[in-house]
Each structure stands twice: as structure tokens, then as C-alpha cells.
């Protein structure tokens, strides 16, 4: 059974920083693109961030660009997503998934039930 499950999120003033983590069983880990996403209250969700399974490869938001930064740590079988000088339009739901393939496309395999990232102004 694939489990994926996220920590680290809460309240920050804006500029703050915050660092997510992820940890993910069930499946061969290292054999995983991962990526975080993101939900506003009213909005749909939308890709963050995503890195590829041998960390070679990253992608980003253009919204996040520069201010975050995704990485992973195979042997732990986590990934983590490091948000600096954050807004408060980075307030949202992050979740992070699983999947074979990976990128900056929405359909990933497993999910995680998300951390509530709140952004102070």
C-alpha cells in the first residue's frame, strides 16, 4: 500500500520561510519523479514544483520561481520542498505526489493528504 505524507507546513509572516517534507512507502522510491502542488481555498489545484527520480531534473512555477526549491533524499525516501520569502498568495493546501513519469503535468499516480501552508501579511 502506497503511502505519501507530507510535514512542515504553517503559519509564517510573509518573507518567512518554511521547509516541507514528504516521505513516501509502498513503492520504490528512487524510481519516482516527485512533485509538490498546491490549493487555494476557491481555486484549483496547481503545480509547485516537481524533481525527477535521479534529482537531475527540476521544474518550477513561474510563481515560485527563484523563491523555492525542491530536493530529495532517496535513501530517506523524502522530498522536500524549501519556500523562501514567502507571500501571502502562497497561502494554500501544498501536496505533494508520486509518479513514474513526473514533470509539470497534473496527473500523478499517488497523492498525499496535504499541509496547510498559511502566509501572514
Known amino acids: 500500500q502506497v503511502q505519501v505524507v507530507e510535514s512542515g507546513g504553517g503559519l509564517v509572516q510573509a518573507g518567512g520561510s518554511l521547509r516541507l517534507s514528504c516521505a513516501a512507502s509502498?513503492?520504490?522510491?528512487?524510481?519516482?519523479?516527485m512533485g509538490w502542488f498546491r490549493q487555494a481555498p476557491g481555486k484549483e489545484r496547481e503545480f509547485v514544483a516537481a524533481?525527477?527520480?535521479?534529482?537531475?531534473?527540476?521544474y518550477y512555477a513561474n510563481s515560485v520561481k527563484g523563491r523555492f526549491t525542491i530536493s530529495r533524499d532517496n535513501a530517506k525516501k523524502s522530498v522536500y520542498l524549501q519556500m523562501n520569502s514567502l507571500k501571502p498568495e502562497d497561502t494554500a493546501v501544498y501536496y505533494c505526489a508520486a509518479d513514474r513519469l513526473g514533470g509539470d503535468q497534473p496527473e500523478y499516480d499517488y497523492w498525499g493528504q496535504g499541509t496547510q501552508v498559511t502566509v501572514s501579511s
Open positions: 524533481i525527477s527520480w535521479n534529482a537531475l531534473t527540476t
Open positions: 509502498g513503492l520504490t522510491f528512487a524510481m519516482y519523479a
